[in-house]
C-alpha cells in the first residue's frame, strides 16, 4: 500500500489535473490518494469567513469565483451528458455554505467550530469533483469522506488528533474496501460531537501520514509544485537546489521553521512507523525528489548543513531585570503563563548572567504574549525588579539545520561571518542541544540578503556572485561593459565568480532591472527606457534590491555623485570609482571614506585614479602592508600629457596635439583639468596620502606651464582658443628642449611627504627620457627598492585599459 497526497496547486486547475490523472494511473498498486481543495480556495473560503462576519457582503463576490473554479474542472473533464450528478452536488454544497455565510452575516460572529465548517468545503468539493473526474477516466476507484476515519478530540483546551479512534476506524474501513484505489479529502476530520474540525492550515499532509500510518503503508509520496524539499526557500534564493534525502528529524526542523512544503506535524507518525517519505513535484515527474527516511544519507549529498529555512514576521520578546535572578521560579512562571495563552515560542536565549530572557514569537501572539508576561509579573514590575516586556517586531527567523552540524566545527563561524560581511546584524541566536539546528534572528528587511549570504557560503562554495551598478557608460563605462561580456564565462568557471550587471544609468537614462541583465543587449534597452537618469532613485534602487555584495561603479568624473559615495559605503554598497574627486577632495572626506569603508566592511577602490589600469595603488599597498617605507615617488602620471609632448613637435600645432589626445579619449572630458597639471597633481595627492601622509591639493606644488588667458578659460572652446593663440610660446619651449637635447615631461615628485609636479626636461639617460604614446612610469624609492627602484610602466590612459583596471578592482572584490 501506498498513499500519495496532491496538494492545493497539483489539483488547482484542469492543467494541473491532467499530471494528476497520469501519476494516479501509471501505477498499478493499492493506492490512498488525499487531495487537497484546489489551490488558493481555502484561503478564499477564510475571507469570505472574516468579511462575512464582520457584516461585509462581498462575500458574496467570493463564492461567485469559487463556484467558477470549480465548475470550470468539471466542464473540463466531464462530458456535458454525465455532468449532471456532480453539477448538482456542487450547487447544493455551495447552497449550504451561503446559507453558513448568511448565518455569519447576520451574526457578525466567527467561531472556531463555523470557521472549521467553512474551510471543509474547500477538500469536500475537491474530492467530490476529483472522484467524479477519476471515474470516468475509468480508475477503479472509491471516495472516503475523511470525517468518517479521522477523529479529533480536546486535550487541555487544544484540539489533537484522536489515534485510537481514527486508526481503528481506518483499518475497519479498509478491510472492508478492496477498490484499487480509495480517495480522501486532506486537512478535514471530526469531533467528539460529531462536528467538523480541522487539522491546521497545511494539514492534508498530516491526514496522508496518519493513513500511511494507520495503513501501514510502505511509502507516502507528497506531491507538491515543486521537485522537493529544497535548500533554502526557492522563490527567495534562487540558487537554491532540492535536497536528495534527509533524516526525519532535519526535515523536522526545516518544516518546523518554515519550510512550508511540508507541515510539520507530517513527520512524527511516520516516524512512528518508520515509513519513508518522497517529496515530488506533480509537474516534473520525472525530478528525483527529496526522499526523508530515518538514515538520512543513503544518498550522501556531502553537505554537513543540510538546509537553510527561515520564519518571517517574527517579534522578539524580552524580559530583562537586575531582580530576575532572586525570582523564584522565574522561567517555570515566564513559560508558563505563554503557555496558558497557547502561544507558540519559535526560540528561546538566555543570557548566562540570568539578566535577561529574550523569546522569538510569531508576530501575530506579540501583544498578547507582551501582556501575559506583563500582567504575570506585574509585582516585580512595581518594584523595579524587572522592567515591563520589551517588543521588536519585523524579524526574521533563520535557522541552519543537518544532523551532522554536531560533529563539525566553524559551522557557526562561517554562519556568522558570511552576514557579518554583507553588513546584517544578527539579532539573537539560539542552538539546540541536539545541535542539529543553529537559529538565528536578523531584520526582516534582510531576509532574502541574509538567506542568499548563507546559502552561498554553505552550499555554493566556490561561486561568489557581485552585483554591479553602473554609472558612466560612454568611453570606459561601455568599454567595461565589453569587458566583462566577454569574460562572464571565463570568471565563472577559473575564478568562481559571478558576475551581474544590476542596473546601468548614463546622465540622461536608467536600465533598472533586479536581476542580472542581459549584456548583448544593454545599449538598446537603456536607449528604450523611458525613466530618467536620478542619482536618488539609482542609489534607493540599489538600497531596496539589498542585494548581497553589490557595488556601486562611477565611470564619470562627476563632482556630485563622487559625493555620494559615502551613503554607498555607509549602506554596504561597495564603491569602484575611476572619478579621482572623491580621493583628492579635502583630506578629511578621504578619510572619513576610508573609514566608513572600514567600519562597515565595504570595499572602497580606485586604482584606475593613478595610472588607468596599471598596478600603482595596489602596488603601494603591498608595499607598505608588507613593512617596507616609502622614501620617494618619481613619476610621470599624465598620459594625456605625455602623448601630447610625445607628438608635438616643429611641424604640428600644440591645439591640434590636444585635440587628437581628446578625441582618442587620453585626457578628461575638460582637457584643461590635464593640461595645467591639476590632475597630475591629484594623482600624486592620492599616492600622497596612500603613503600615509595628510596631504590637501594645495600642499602641491604646481607650476603649470600654461599661459595665464588658457588657465583662465572656463570652457573647451575658449581654452582651445587660447592655446591657440599662444602656439609660438609653445613652440618655443619645445624649442629649447630640443637644443639642450632633452625631452619635456610632466614630473611629479613625493619626497618626506612634500610634493610637486611640474614640466621638466629630461635628459636621454633618464628612465623617463623613453616613455611612449601615453605611457606613465612610477618609480617607487623604498627602504627595500633603495638604489634600484621599483617601477611600474606601461599605458596609463585610454578608455581600454581604464576599463581594464575597473574591471580588477571588482575582480580583486571578489576574491576577498
Ligand atoms: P501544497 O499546496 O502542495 O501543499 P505548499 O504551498 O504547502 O504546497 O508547499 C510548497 C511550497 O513551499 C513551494 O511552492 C515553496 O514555495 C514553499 N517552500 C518554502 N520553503 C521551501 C523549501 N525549503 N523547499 C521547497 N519548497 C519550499
Ligand atoms: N487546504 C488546506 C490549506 O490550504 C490544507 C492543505 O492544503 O494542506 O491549508
Ligand atoms: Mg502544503
Known sequence: MKVLKFGGTSVANSKSLLNVIDIVKESNDRKILVVSALGGITNLLDEMSTQASKGESNYKDKLQILENRHLDLIEFFI??????????????????????????????????????????????????????????????????????????????????????????????????????????????????????????????????????????????????????????????????????????????????????????????PLIDKNIPV?????????????????????????????????????????????????????????FECLSNKQINIIMITQASSEHSICIGVNSKDSAMAKKAIDDNFAFEISVQKV???????????????????????????????????????????????SERNISIVIDKRNTQKALNSIHESFFERQIKELNLFITGVGNVGGKLLDQIHGQQSYLLENLRLKINVVAISNSSKMLLSDIALDLKKWKKQLNKSDINANREAFFNHIKTLNLRNSIFIDNTANQDIAEEYGLYLANNIGVVTCNKI?????????????????????????????????????????????????????????????????????????????????????????????????????????LGRESGFELELKDIINKSFLPKDALKSSSNEEFYNAISKNEVYFQKILKNATKNGTRLKYVAQLEKGK???????????????NLEGSDNIILFYTSRYRDQPLIVKGAGAGAEVTAGGIFGDIIRIGKQ
Open 79 to 268: 462530458p456535458v451528458t454525465r455532468q449532471s450528478e456532480i453539477i448538482s452536488f456542487l450547487k447544493s454544497q455551495i447552497n449550504e455554505l451561503e446559507e453558513v455565510l448568511e448565518s455569519l452575516f447576520t451574526l457578525n460572529e466567527l467561531t472556531s467550530k463555523s470557521l472549521a465548517k467553512i474551510l471543509s468545503f474547500g477538500e469536500t468539493l475537491s474530492s467530490n469533483i476529483i472522484y467524479s473526474v477519476l471515474k470516468h477516466k475509468e480508475c477503479d476507484i472509491e471516495l472516503k469522506d475523511s470525517r468518517q476515519i479521522i477523529f479529533t478530540k480536546t486535550v487541555n483546551d487544544r484540539e489533537i488528533v484522536d489515534h485510537n479512534k481514527s486508526e481503528k476506524k481506518t483499518k475497519a474501513f479498509l478491510n472492508e474496501n478492496n477498490s484499487k484505489n480509495i480517495l480522501i479529502p486532506g486537512f478535514i476530520a471530526q469531533d467528539e460531537d460529531g462536528n467538523t474540525t480541522t487539522l491546521g492550515r497545511g494539514g492534508s499532509d498530516l491526514t496522508s501520514s496518519l493513513l500511511a500510518n494507520y495503513s501501514n503503508a510502505d511509502q507516502l509520496e507528497i506531491w507538491t509544485d515543486v521537485s522537493g524539499m529544497f535548500t533554502a526557500h526557492p522563490k527567495l534564493v534562487s540558487q537554491a537546489i532540492p535536497i536528495s534525502n534527509l533524516s526525519y528529524h532535519e526535515a523536522m526542523e526545516l518544516s518546523h521553521f518554515g519550510a512550508k512544503v511540508i507541515y510539520p506535524p507530517t513527520l512524527q
Open 278 to 334: 518522497i517529496i515530488k513535484n506533480t509537474f516534473k515527474k520525472d525530478a528525483k525528489g527529496t526522499l526523508i527516511n530515518a538514515d538520512g544519507s543513503y544518498l550522501l549529498d556531502g553537505y554537513t548543513v543540510k538546509g537553510i529555512s527561515h520564519i518571517e514576521d517574527v517579534a522578539l520578546i524580552s524580559l530583562e531585570g537586575s531582580g530576575m535572578i532572586g525570582i523564584p521560579g522565574f522561567s517555570k512562571r515566564f
Open 387 to 433: 522592567n515591563p516586556a520589551k517588543i521588536e517586531l519585523d524579524m526574521t527567523n533563520i535557522a541552519v539545520v543537518g544532523d551532522r552540524m554536531k560533529d563539525h566545527q566553524g559551522i557557526s563561524g562561517k554562519l556568522f561571518s558570511s552576514l557579518g560581511a554583507n553588513n546584517i546584524n544578527i539579532r539573537a541566536i539560539a542552538q539546540g542541544a
Open 582 to 686: 572623491a580621493c583628492a577632495s579635502s583630506y578629511k572626506n578621504y578619510k572619513e571614506l576610508k573609514k566608513i569603508s572600514r567600519r562597515y566592511n565595504t570595499p572602497f577602490l580606485f586604482e584606475t585614479n593613478v595610472g588607468a589600469g596599471l598596478p600603482v595603488i595596489d602596488t603601494l599597498n603591498n608595499l607598505i602592508a608588507s613593512g617596507d617605507e616609502i622614501i620617494k615617488i618619481q613619476a610621470v602620471l599624465s598620459g594625456s600629457l605625455n602623448y601630447v609632448f610625445n607628438n608635438f613637435n616643429s611641424k604640428t600645432s600644440f591645439r591640434s596635439v590636444v585635440q587628437s589626445a581628446q578625441d582618442q579619449g587620453y585626457t578628461e572630458p575638460d582637457p584643461k583639468i590635464d593640461l595645467s597639471g591639476v590632475d597630475v597633481a591629484r594623482k600624486i595627492l592620492i
Open 755 to 769: 610634493a610637486s609636479v611640474g614640466l621638466q626636461e629630461i635628459e636621454s639617460h633618464h628612465d623617463f627620457y
